[in-house]
């Protein structure tokens, strides 16, 4: 991890913004002291992928004949 005292991050910030996209860690001092780590924004998922692998799982899933919604409440309350 490259270390960078916080006055030389705040003249580079746009340079060390741009390692960290690529995945280098870097870590911000200060007074010689670690206060921060900037690195790669973690890999978001998109919420329609989300919801289209919900479709899919529902798709798939048989409802049982003869229990109700009701039925299936009350058994979580047992």
């Keep these: 991890m490259r270390k960078v005292g916080l ?3 705040k003249q580079k910030l746009s340079e060390l913004v741009e390692r960290a996209g690529r995945g280098e860690k870097i870590g911000i ?3 010689g002291k670690l206060t921060a780590v900037m690195g790669p924004a973690p890999e978001t ?3 329609d ?5 919900i479709e899919r799982i529902r798709k798939k899933t048989k409802p049982h004949p003869g229990i109700t919604t009701k039925d299936l409440i009350e ?3 047992r």
Excluded: H, W
Excluded at 49 to 53: G, K, P, R, T, V
């Design 7 to 9: 006055f030389e991050a």
């Design 49 to 53: 992928e989300i919801f289209d692998a």
């Design 45 to 47: 998922t998109n919420v």
């Design 75 to 77: 058994e979580g309350r």
């Design 29 to 31: 001092t200060k007074r």
